[in-house]
T-cell receptor, first 116, second 112 residues
Framework: DADVTQTPRNRITKTGKRIMLECSQTKGHDRMYWYRQDPGLGLRLIYYSFDVKDINKGEISDGYSVSRQAQAKFSLSLESAIPNQTALYFC???????????????FGPGTRLTVL | QKEVEQDPGPLSVPEGAIVSLNCTYSNSAFQYFMWYRQYSRKGPELLMYTYSSGNKEDGRFTAQVDKSSKYISLFIRDSQPSDSATYLCARLDSGGYQKVTFGTGTKLQVIP
C-alpha cells in the first residue's frame, strides 16, 4: 500500500544519456519534491512543486529538469547524465499548509542512480 | 557554513542505553525543527517536531531545542535494536513555502 512510489528503483546509465525518474502518489497531496542524498551531504532539494502550475528550483537544480504531469505525478529528468549525479534520489509529498504547524513530508522508497 | 550541522557518526550503543543525537543551526529565525528517521534502503519518515524552544516527548523519544545555544537534540531512552537507523535533523523554512533543510544525518546502531 505504498502511498509514494518511485520508478525505477535502481538504474545504471552512461555519461551523456538522458534519464527520467518518475514519482507517483496516492495521498492526494498538492506539494511534491525531489531530493538527492549523498554521503556526507545529506538530503538536498532539487525542485519542488506546490501544484501543477507551480514549479520552483531548489538548491541544486543545475543539470536537472522536472515535469508535473498531474497532481499525482512529478518526474525528474537528467538531460545529459554525468558521474557526479550518481546518488540516491527521493521524491516526497506534503499536504498544503493551513495552519502554522509544519506539514509532514512523506518520502518514496528512493531511486539509486549510477552514472558511469 | 551549512544551516544545519550534524555529526555523521556512526554512533554505536548497547541496547537499553540512553542515546543523545545533536544538531546545531545557524539562523535564529527558524521556529520549527524536526527529526526524521531513515532505515536502510528506505525513505526518511517524520519522527517528531518541536516549535521554538523547549521539549517535546513522545514515548521513548524526547526532542529539545535550545535557542540560546542554537542546539537541537533528540534523546532516545531504553534504546532498542529497532532504533538502528539514520536520524536527520531538519529545520523548516520560515517563509510561506514550508521548505525543509536537512542535516546530513547521524547513523545509529543499537547492539543487542
Amino acid at each position: 500500500d505504498a502511498d509514494v512510489t518511485q520508478t525505477p528503483r535502481n538504474r545504471i546509465t552512461k555519461t551523456g544519456k538522458r534519464i527520467m525518474l518518475e514519482c507517483s502518489q496516492t495521498k492526494g497531496h498538492d506539494r511534491m519534491y525531489w531530493y538527492r542524498q549523498d554521503p556526507g551531504l545529506g538530503l538536498r532539494l532539487i525542485y519542488y512543486s506546490f501544484d501543477v502550475k507551480d514549479i520552483n528550483k531548489g538548491e541544486i537544480s543545475d543539470g536537472y529538469s522536472v515535469s508535473r504531469q498531474a497532481q499525482a505525478k512529478f518526474s525528474l529528468s537528467l538531460e545529459s547524465a554525468i558521474p557526479n549525479q550518481t546518488a540516491l534520489y527521493f521524491c516526497a509529498t506534503s499536504d498544503t499548509g493551513t495552519s502554522g504547524d509544519p506539514n509532514e513530508q512523506f518520502f518514496g522508497p528512493g531511486t539509486r542512480l549510477t552514472v558511469l | 557554513q551549512k544551516e544545519v550541522e550534524q555529526d555523521p557518526g556512526p554512533l554505536s550503543v548497547p541496547e537499553g542505553a540512553i542515546v543523545s543525537l545533536n544538531c546545531t543551526y545557524s539562523n535564529s529565525a527558524f521556529q520549527y525543527f524536526m527529526w526524521y528517521r531513515q532505515y536502510s534502503r528506505k525513505g526518511p519518515e517524520l519522527l517528531m517536531y518541536t516549535y521554538s524552544s523547549g521539549n517535546k516527548e513522545d514515548g521513548r523519544f524526547t526532542a529539545q531545542v535550545d535557542k540560546s545555544s542554537k542546539y537541537i537534540s533528540l534523546f532516545i531512552r531504553d534504546s532498542q535494536p529497532s532504533d538502528s537507523a539514520t536520524y536527520l535533523c531538519a529545520r523548516l523554512d520560515s517563509g510561506g513555502y514550508q521548505k525543509v533543510t536537512f542535516g546530513t544525518g547521524t547513523k545509529l546502531q543499537v547492539i543487542p
